[in-house]
């Protein structure tokens, strides 16, 4: 069974509208995180959360809003999308927030943005 | 800031031969964390092994690597390349320069692997 769950797994959407990816993780972890994979950037990261609190965002944009509800779960919200959002993105965890925790990714949401 | 450079965008070679991918960073800390991630085509990233001790081998999967303090490197090697090794290899630096511990990865090298 997936440890860590994305949904959709595909997303298209048009300019300007707004979308919930949505992650959930089932590793019993305290942190999450997402990760954008995109052509000019490949993988570069975005928020970290740890008991449900905003650790670090390293997104300029207010556009992405990133929403906990559980412990275990972790959703991105983007409104006014742009072509140039179109990208994977990938949620992932780890049991600490430590220098060495090791992060585990989920399958990732492709998004399109048209 | 901290940074991880990887100067191969592609490799490719023949199955058999060994496999090198270079990492170098850039840290304030004087003990990083170092990580190598595997990602196929289309699936996610997955750690393929971690280090932060200088100067030890580290090895998982018939791949290893050596973290130099000395040369600011932790370049992945593995001794004979197979057909299932072709993928996108990401060498990884743990960093807190604003405030939390988070991963900065290198632009990633693709290793395609032929007959």
């Known amino acids: 069974d997936p440890k860590i769950i994305q949904k959709p797994k595909y997303l298209v959407a048009v300019t300007g509208s707004e979308k919930i990816l949505i992650c959930e993780q089932y590793l019993g972890h305290n942190a999450m995180y997402w990760y954008r994979q995109s052509a000019k950037k490949p993988l570069e990261f975005m928020f970290s959360y740890s008991y449900q609190k905003l650790m670090d965002n390293q997104t300029a944009s207010s556009r992405f809003q990133p929403q906990s509800s559980k412990k275990n779960h972790l959703d991105l919200q983007i409104t006014a999308l742009k072509p140039d959002d179109s990208a994977t993105y990938f949620c992932a965890s780890s049991q600490g927030t430590g220098e060495g925790d090791t992060q585990y990714f989920g399958p990732g949401t492709r998004l399109l943005v048209l | 800031g901290d940074s991880v450079t990887q100067t191969e965008g592609l490799v490719t070679l023949t199955e058999g031969l060994p496999v090198m991918l270079n990492c170098t960073y850039q840290?304030?800390?004087?003990?990083?964390?170092l990580f190598w991630y595997v990602q196929h085509l289309n699936e996610s990233p997955r750690l393929l092994l971690k280090s932060f001790t200088d100067n030890k081998r580290t090895e998982h999967q018939g791949f290893h690597a050596t973290l130099h303090k000395s040369s600011s490197s932790f370049h992945l090697q593995k001794s004979s390349a197979q057909l299932s090794d072709s993928a996108l290899y990401y060498c990884?630096?743990?960093?807190?320069?604003?405030?939390?511990?988070?991963?900065?990865f290198g632009s990633g090298t693709q290793l395609t692997v032929m007959p």
């Open positions: 990884a630096l743990s960093s807190a320069s604003s405030g939390s511990w988070q991963l900065i």
């Open positions: 840290t304030i800390y004087s003990n990083p964390f």
